[in-house]
């Protein structure tokens, strides 16, 4: 196992809205040169970048049109090798986003694929990209279960898309070809769409990249069986190659299966990805109850932590010697927590989530409690998506348009327009910012506030052993209605999210931790509270919307 992931703490920058150097509206490498920082104060000491390669941006960069450069709008290639250089001075990782199932439309490599591939006398005219698409022979048709697209190019044949339409499958190959126009996952041009990409994961892994998340990493061999043999195979491939000459490097999938992608495909980390049904969900935004809201963390909940450890156990204890399960804060394409959880809630939320085993990510915003924006129009093919991607608040809010600006909470210099983003004119940002919500600077200033949480969470967490991604974990107590408490290493950690008081028989943690006699000094073992526990007539009592751990 990769050794710095033990105490490695990710922070996902949306390069498009972190912090805006040159006044045209949108973020830049060097905006996040300028909060390296920041980051590794707060106690993240690893950073993922969503794609920032020359790309159309019709779905917000995954529409990679130069895999080796990098797109004007954020910088030079140059700066890229500055912020890796910045980082590496500071002990902080930077992985990049690797997008291998699909390209740009506008690629060079499609263009050429979509070239005719007989000539006018009826001799083959393929090229060398040809086949790095998967093209039918119809024009006409449907590919089985698969969006495709025709009248497109001059080539005879429809071809298959992975995601929007600007973004057309590279061939990987078939489990196992039907039809004469599909190819094997084992042959000779879906073997060098591989190597392509181990070509560009070596490039910016030379330049200092210290590895990748791997956008939809279950898509690459189209009508894989169930348990993704073949693509895992495919992933392997890349392991190998990796442990032989990147052995530091390390790539973390957009799987959400973490048996598959861990144990099958050779996965250093595996997101654990908010998807209907999944444990993960129900902790912070419950999508799948009708009516009552039964999202774990909100302080009227049932607090019922058995539907998430019924789903995490099993993916824990099945991976827990070869990989990391990671736990986000949201992401780019999830509705931000802040949506469900208000600021007591997201504390004891994202408290839990940096201290369970694996290597955490948390979203850009997220630490100061950054609102998901209802309703913004669509923006480089965000949708819904949208409104998790708007503009870092680094400064309280100032109204520009008044004379000297109004200072909002926690003082704001008169200059900080857009609330410290870009200094671009307002109408020229890539999203708008959000005047009633938090800042950076308020946040910092005011002792109790998530981001002070978050940070000292974070302080704890690099101090102790016990927290490390691979330290021990044992569930103490799981069960409906009670507080949730669990070990790691020496640590116990005593969780009640909900409004109302709970108790339990004082017995359990007092073996927990490791002491037969009854009155354990518990303030003397506490390492961290908000809430409060306390032992009263052999019981533990719980106070509501309480985290406490102890040694
Ligand atoms: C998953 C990415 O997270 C998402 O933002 C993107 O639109 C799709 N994959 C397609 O690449």
Same mark, same amino acid.
């Given at each position: 196992m990769v050794s710095w992931l033990k105490d490695a703490v990710f922070y996902e920058i949306y390069p498009q809205s972190f912090n805006d150097t040159n006044g045209d509206g949108i973020g830049d490498i060097q905006g996040i040169i300028e909060k390296l920082d920041y980051i590794k104060d707060l106690g993240a000491n690893a950073i993922w970048i969503n794609p920032w390669y020359d790309s159309p941006f019709k779905d917000a960069g995954y529409d990679v049109r130069n895999y080796k450069l990098v797109a004007p709008r954020y910088g030079t290639n140059e700066d890229a090798k500055r912020l890796f250089v910045e980082a590496s001075k500071r002990d902080m990782h930077i992985i990049l986003d690797l997008v291998p199932g699909h390209t740009s439309e506008e690629h060079p490599w499609f263009i050429e694929s979509g070239k005719p591939i007989v000539d006018a006398d009826g001799n083959e005219a393929k090229n060398e990209f040809s086949d790095r698409y998967i093209w039918s022979d119809f024009w006409l048709g449907s590919i089985a279960g698969h969006p495709y697209i025709g009248g497109e190019c001059d080539r005879n044949g429809t071809y298959m898309l992975n995601f929007f339409k600007c973004q057309p499958a590279l061939n990987y190959?078939? +489990?196992?070809?039907?039809?004469?126009w599909q190819m094997s996952y084992q042959d000779e041009e879906p073997g060098k769409t591989l190597e392509a990409m181990m070509d560009v994961m070596r490039f910016w892994l030379d330049m200092g990249a210290s590895g990748f998340r791997v956008d939809m990493a279950d898509s690459l061999v189209k009508d894989d069986d169930d348990k993704k043999s073949c693509t895992s195979k495919i992933w392997h491939k890349v392991r190998e190659m990796l442990d032989a000459e990147y052995p530091e490097a390390v790539m973390v999938s957009e799987w959400s299966n973490p048996l598959l992608a861990?144990?099958? +495909?050779?996965?250093?980390m595996d997101f654990y990805l908010n998807h209907i049904g999944n444990g993960y969900n129900t902790l912070l935004r419950d999508h799948e109850s009708e009516g009552e809201d039964r999202t774990y963390f909100k302080k009227n909940a049932d607090g019922d932590i058995t539907r998430f450890l019924t789903d995490f156990i099993p993916k824990y204890e099945g991976t827990k010697d070869k990989g990391y399960i990671s736990f986000l804060t949201c992401n780019h394409d999830t509705p931000r927590a802040s949506r469900t959880l208000d600021e007591s809630e997201l504390k004891i939320a994202y408290a839990t989530l940096l201290t369970l085993p694996g290597v955490p990510f948390i979203y850009y915003g997220d630490e100061i409690g950054m609102r998901y924006i209802e309703n913004l129009p669509t923006k480089e093919g965000g949708y819904t998506r949208t409104g998790t991607r708007t503009p870092m608040q680094w400064e309280a809010y100032a109204d520009s348009s008044s004379e000297g600006g109004t200072a909002g909470v926690g003082g704001s210099s008169a200059g900080d327009i857009n609330m410290g983003f870009s200094t671009a004119a307002p109408d020229r940002l890539y999203l708008p910012i959000d005047p009633e919500g938090p800042s950076v600077r308020e946040q910092q200033a005011r002792p109790d506030s998530l981001y002070n949480t978050v940070k000292e969470i974070l302080r704890i967490r690099h101090a102790e052993?016990?927290?490390? +991604?691979?330290a021990d974990f044992e569930v103490i107590l799981g069960e409906k209605d009670k507080p949730f408490i669990y070990r790691r290493g020496e640590i116990v950690i005593v969780v009640n999210p909900s409004e109302r008081e709970m108790s339990f028989e004082a017995n359990v943690l007092i073996d927990a931790l490791s002491r037969s006699e009854k009155t354990i000094g518990l303030d003397d073992r506490t390492i961290y509270k908000t809430g409060s526990i306390d032992i009263i007539e052999d019981r533990l009592v719980v106070s509501p919307q309480c985290f406490v751990m102890l040694r």
């Open positions: 190959g078939f +489990a196992e070809p039907k039809e004469k861990i144990n099958g +495909a050779g996965y250093h052993k016990s927290l490390n +991604a691979d």
